[in-house]
């Protein structure tokens, strides 16, 4: 079963996430977008660990807050996140741990 589909239009992309469970659609939607930011991901060194607790109305608007959550890490620490492992996860809340590459130390031991 493949994990998510990348959808493009002239304008826009987008992810169709696939799972057998809620938890396997939030994490391939995290990994479909990554893979849009960054490229494969599957190979990189972690060096990046984070706890992330959210709450939102309903399932919709938690895979928003989510999502967005990812980005918000990713833009604010520069890391490309690449593991994403949900604790619990219901309807309303999410509790995962997520790795990934931090890009500045990258950059700093590779340009050392």
Known sequence: MKEFEILEHTADI???AYGKTKREV????????????A??????KENFYDKIKL???NLEGLLFAWLNEL???SETKLVIL????????SDFQIEAEVEGMDLLKRIYLYSV
Do not use: C, R, S
Request: net charge negative; hydrophobic share 45%.
């Open 71 to 73: 980005l918000y890490i």
């Open 82 to 89: 690449n593991k994403f492992k949900i604790k619990e996860l």
């Open 14 to 16: 987008g992810i169709e």
């Open 39 to 44: 490229g494969e991901t599957k190979n990189i």
């Open 26 to 37: 939030f994490t391939n939607a995290a990994k479909g977008m990554f893979e849009i930011i």
């Open 55 to 57: 709450e939102a109305d």
